[in-house]
């Protein structure tokens, strides 16, 4: 029902700026809580930020102040822009999408790999 599609990865210096983007497929996008993930090669997935339907952020403490997430309900879209990037934010990310309303479901894309060299 639900597909995710990210795309803007790629390699960057450090103190430079991305910006990646998810377009989901189907006509629920405004109904759903997004989010985007990172994983480094050898480390679990971590939460990067989210954004609810109703346009609440968060973030994880090592990003505030340097990302911002945002979404687009006309566009289907969510990016999440990067800036100030470090080598340690070298992860493949994840945009993920649930649903707030029963029945509950969880849906995933299948990563964009950004890389932050030195």
């Known amino acids: 029902q639900v597909q995710l599609v990210e795309s803007g990865g790629g390699l960057v210096q450090a103190g430079g700026s991305l910006s990646l983007s998810c377009v989901c497929s189907?006509?629920?996008?405004?109904?759903?809580?997004m989010g985007w993930y990172r994983q480094a090669p050898g480390k679990q997935r971590e939460l990067v930020a989210t954004?609810?339907?109703?346009?609440?952020?968060n973030y994880a403490d090592f990003v505030k102040g340097r990302f911002i997430i945002s979404r687009d309900n006309a566009k289907n879209t969510v990016a999440l822009q990067m800036n100030s990037l470090e080598p340690e934010d070298t992860a493949v990310y994840s945009c993920?999408?649930?649903?707030?309303?029963?029945?509950?479901?969880?849906?995933w894309g299948q990563g964009t790999q950004v890389t932050v060299s030195s």
């Open positions: 954004i609810t339907r109703g346009f609440t952020t």
């Open positions: 189907g006509s629920i996008f405004s109904l759903l809580n």
């Open positions: 993920n999408a649930v649903t707030p309303v029963l029945p509950k479901r969880e849906y």
